[in-house]
């Protein structure tokens, strides 16, 4: 019964969990959002007491339910296991713990994050991690579906489906989800949970309390005839037959063991003043691969862009109707990067985002992607080759669960500075083309774009653009709908702090 | 109801030209809701009952249907040439006018991107030469030198592989400046030239087409007195004739001033590209209940045919069904009673209520510079009018639903890149547009529109 309930409640979360990070238009949101915000690191970084708090009393009266129930990549790994064992029903063995591997890269971990390289420590963090994979391995899918229904919406002359374009935000960021999705699979669909009790430092974390937890599985030594069913059911290798023991640090509460037994042994009950010394295991298997590739893949993403287009040739005799070839944009070089809107500064973005994507998931105008610099990998950052930060839009401040992007409303957006336009004479259009233009400024959502003769002399010249930066919010309207290409005439500088005007 | 329309169409169609499996396709294509013309199921299409029109002393027996060349199909991908053209379908196109009695084809060397006249010359040249009339033009709007512009006359012939053109027009006359007659055919002496090669006989009719001012139209016609104009091509519908769009003459007015000097006339746009036949909703109940066989086009094309004066109506057809239709209503023309004209002008009157922009989805417009889908974006504006999805407040009952289909179905009209919100208004496109439409005026209204509809403040 027990399982039952926990495989329910299990399912349910995983999948609204998972449909977060594959619903584009941000419908769910509103409903599930909070599935994201009680997840337990976003929690502490978003220094949400209430929902550590409740966390860690859930685990020190039920034992690490979270694990079993709560956290994606959790739940994930137990799918995995599942159809890995296939007709298998006890395909585990005990294993020791690996106690000395856990604490280091629990060590490791708060380092990293005290030393403000949270994205790094993010790469072993569940919940982000399992984002990183909904986002870029299950989201494609479920986009490329949703454009085969709007494509057939589209012929019954209906609206229920609007196309949405699929695109490689950051392959590093790929490459890393499809190595975590790899080697946590493959793990999963062999040894159950050892992700979770070797290396998962939120399951370490509540491993430590667990371990005293109230209410825990017990093994009655008296009616226990260590015929092992129940060890060999154990995807958290933690039952210890000759023992008669249960690691309550690493068990997730899965209640997997309870039917097994044949003769009522083993219970889940309140079992206070009991306990059992963990035996301690000395390990020395480097389980630290695939760090470094992040490194590799970052080189591949300038190459991306670029793509070579035939000059724009002026005909003699005008002929009628076709289009004009349109050159893709291409990112500028920014000095500073853009953080999204109610991000506050780089700073707090650095410290608090995990990672996860589920704000790049959801960002409707194509803006956000994560970053491939070092010092914030995977982190979002704003570009504006594909759209812009629309004035009506605060969708990623609504989503994130980690306080790295706090919530704003479109008041504020429209006030907050997080970074100014800067004009590039050289491309600009009244001076190549000796065109009329003035797209950024008809765009610009705050009128922070003068539009100035180009001969100071000649009130009637064409005009050129003048940001007033003090007005400029670093919305990116500008960037994105200038006519030059495929570098823009005029594009924004983030600021490392934002401002309020 | 319309399912059954298709497959009577295709049977019909399989029937008369028995063809291949590339016809059925093209016709399943061409049965698409948005794009085909509704056709009368009863009746097959008639051969031998074409309508046709002579006036002396030109002996040519003019069918009342004629083909316009403008909005030939075209290839997803130009063919190894560069020829946009779906050859093969304006072939069959082609064989099936002919045989249905169309002989009058006008191109001009400027439409479809230029590759009209090519492709019109490849199938016309299948049949014997003095069964149809070509009708080309001077399309000399940027080059006006005489030696440009001789040379454009000569490709011409070239392309529609001919030594003879039976009516040879003079360009979309009407505008000032640059693009003047004057400046076109007068200061290069190139008027003279052409009158020269009408007395040799390699044009067989001279004439002009308009869109412009009440002035340029009188200053030209005037020069009746010296050149004597065998034709003008004017547009004319039910909608023009008394509510003519931007800086364009009234048809009624047109058509009374050539008629005075009895000079025929050739009529365009009787359908304004396509948006007398997608008319809102009740407008098409007013026509269906008036005659229920009959497609809502028939209307507009028979109030094109008949006037006395019209040598031929045009129509630019892209589909077989839309060359059916118009076969049907013009083998032979039932003329309108007056009774009948005044009941379209009336339906021209409940039309103004909706804000539609004059676009006639005629191309001259493209490409911008800048990539964007002039036409597509009005065009998808004008759907959106007629089908009622323009929501003027956030209060309106249908609010939510209007704004929905306005929107999602601008992205699928018009690639985000090509959209309103790219026109910088440098306005190249304006002196092109026929119609006078203020193109990037509009682009930025729509715009401010679809920005309303994004952020919801309207």
Redesign the interface.
């Known amino acids: 019964m027990l399982q039952k309930i926990r495989q329910v409640i299990a399912f349910l979360f995983f999948c609204i969990v998972t449909l977060l990070f594959l619903d584009f238009t941000g419908t769910l949101h509103a409903w599930f959002g909070w599935m994201a915000k009680i997840q337990f690191l976003p929690a502490v970084l978003a220094l949400n007491v209430g929902v550590v708090l409740l966390l860690i009393v859930l685990t020190f009266v039920c034992g690490r339910i979270y694990c079993s129930v709560i956290c994606p990549l959790g739940v994930f790994q137990d799918i995995v296991a599942r159809i890995g064992r296939g007709k298998k029903k006890l395909p585990y063995t005990y294993s020791k713990a690996k106690n000395v591997l856990r604490y280091s890269v629990l060590v490791v971990f708060l380092a990293l994050m005290a030393g403000g390289l949270t994205s790094i420590a993010a790469l072993v963090a569940p919940y982000s991690a399992y984002g990183r994979i909904a986002n870029n391995l299950f989201a494609p899918v479920y986009q490329w579906g949703n454009n085969l229904l709007a494509y057939f919406a589209?012929r019954a002359?209906s609206?229920a489906f609007?196309?949405t374009e699929v695109w490689l935000k950051s392959l590093p960021t790929f490459l890393i989800a499809l190595l975590t999705f790899i080697i946590i699979g493959v793990l999963a669909w062999r040894n159950g949970r050892t992700y979770c009790n070797t290396i998962c430092p939120v399951g370490t974390v509540l491993g430590v309390i667990s371990k005293f937890s109230l209410f825990r599985i017990e093994i009655d030594k008296e009616k226990c005839r260590k015929c092992n069913l129940c060890a060999r059911r154990c995807k958290a290798a933690c039952i210890d037959i000759p023992n008669a023991a249960v690691d309550h640090s690493r068990c997730v509460t899965c209640f997997d063991c309870l039917k097994q037994c044949k003769h009522d042994a083993i219970h889940y009950r309140f079992a206070y003043g009991k306990k059992e010394a963990a035996p301690s295991q000395p390990t020395s298997q480097p389980k630290d691969k695939g760090r470094r590739e992040v490194l590799a893949g970052s080189l591949l993403l300038l190459a991306s862009a670029a793509k070579a287009q035939a000059v724009?040739k002026a005909e003699?005799?005008?002929?009628?109707?076709?289009?004009?070839?349109?050159i893709d944009k291409q990112a500028p070089k920014r000095q500073t990067p853009i953080t999204p809107p109610g991000s506050q500064s780089a700073r707090n973005m650095q410290q608090h985002c995990t990672a996860c994507q589920l704000c790049v998931s959801v960002c409707p105008n194509e803006v956000l992607r994560p970053s491939s610099s070092l010092d914030t990998f995977m982190q979002p950052t704003a570009s504006y080759e594909r759209g812009y930060c629309?004035?009506?839009c605060t969708k990623c401040s609504e989503v994130c669960p980690t306080g790295a992007i706090h919530l704003i409303d479109k008041a504020e957006k429209s006030a907050i500075q997080i970074g100014h336009a800067v004009w590039v004479k050289e491309r600009c259009?009244p001076l190549t083309?000796e065109?009329?233009?003035?797209?950024c400024a008809?765009?610009c959502p705050t009128g922070a774009i003068l539009m100035i003769p180009s001969d100071p002399s000649d009130p009637e010249s064409l005009k050129i653009p003048a940001i007033d930066t003090e007005k400029c919010i670093g919305c990116g309207a500008c960037e994105n709908?200038c006519?030059a290409r495929p570098l823009s005439a005029i594009y924004v500088e983030g600021h490392e702090v934002h401002r309020i005007i | 109801m319309n399912k059954q329309d298709n497959r009577m169409n295709r049977r019909d169609f399989l029937k008369i030209v028995g063809i291949s499996t590339a016809g059925t396709a093209a016709a399943l294509t061409g049965c698409s809701p948005k794009e085909s013309a509704e056709t009368s199921a009863q009746n097959p299409v008639p051969t031998g009952k074409m309508t046709y029109r002579n006036f002396p002393p030109s002996k040519d027996q003019v069918s009342i249907l004629g083909y316009g060349c403008m909005r030939w199909p075209t290839l997803p991908a130009p063919e190894k040439g560069g020829n946009v053209i779906d050859q093969e379908e304006v072939n069959r196109l082609i064989d099936y006018a002919i045989e249905h009695g169309v002989n009058y084809f006008d191109t001009a060397p400027v439409y479809v991107q230029g590759w009209s006249e090519t492709s019109t010359g490849i199938a016309l040249k299948r049949h014997p030469r003095e069964k149809y009339f070509i009708a080309t033009k001077m399309s000399n709007f940027d080059l006006t030198d005489f030696k440009s512009s001789v040379e454009m006359y000569h490709d011409s012939m070239k392309k529609l592989q001919t030594d003879y053109i039976d009516y040879y027009l003079l360009h979309s006359l009407g505008n000032t400046g640059k693009r003047s007659f004057q400046n076109r055919f007068i200061d290069n002496g190139l008027l003279d030239y052409l009158v020269k090669e009408r007395e040799a006989g390699r044009i067989r009719h001279l004439g002009w087409s308009f869109h412009g001012s009440k002035e340029e139209f009188d200053k030209i016609l005037a020069y009746h007195e010296q050149v004597h104009w065998d034709f003008i091509q004017i547009q004319l519908n039910y909608s023009d004739w008394k509510h003519a769009s931007g800086r364009n003459v009234n048809a009624d007015y047109l058509y009374a001033e050539i008629s005075k000097r009895n000079i025929p006339m050739v009529i365009m746009e009787p359908l304004q590209g396509g948006r007398l036949s997608k008319v809102p909703e009740h407008i098409v109940a007013r026509l269906k209940t008036r005659n229920p066989e009959n497609s809502v086009a028939s209307w507009a094309f028979r109030f094109a045919g008949t006037p006395p004066m019209v040598l031929t109506v045009l129509s630019g057809m892209t589909y077989m069904e839309h060359l059916q239709d118009n076969i049907r209503t013009y083998s032979p023309l039932v003329p309108l009673t007056q009774e009948e004209q005044q009941f379209l002008l009336d339906t021209a009157e409940l039309m103004l209520k909706y804000p539609t922009i004059p676009c006639n989805n005629c191309q001259y417009c493209m490409p911008c510079p800048y990539g964007i889908d002039i036409p597509g974006v009005l065009l998808h504006y004008n759907k959106c009018v007629n089908e009622g999805n323009m929501p003027q407040s956030k209060l309106d009952p249908n609010y939510a639903e209007a704004r929905r289909t306005f929107l999602i179905g601008y992205d699928r009209s018009v690639p985000k890149l090509r959209q309103a919100s790219h026109c910088i208004g440098c306005e190249q496109c304006n002196p092109h547009c026929p119609q006078y439409i203020d193109i990037p005026r509009e682009m930025q209204r729509i715009d401010q529109y679809v920005e309303k509809l994004k952020q919801e403040t309207l």
């Open positions: 589209e002359d609206y609007y196309e724009k003699i005799v005008k002929l009628d109707g076709g289009l004009a070839d349109i629309r004035p009506e259009i083309d065109q009329a233009c003035g797209n008809r765009h709908l006519p």
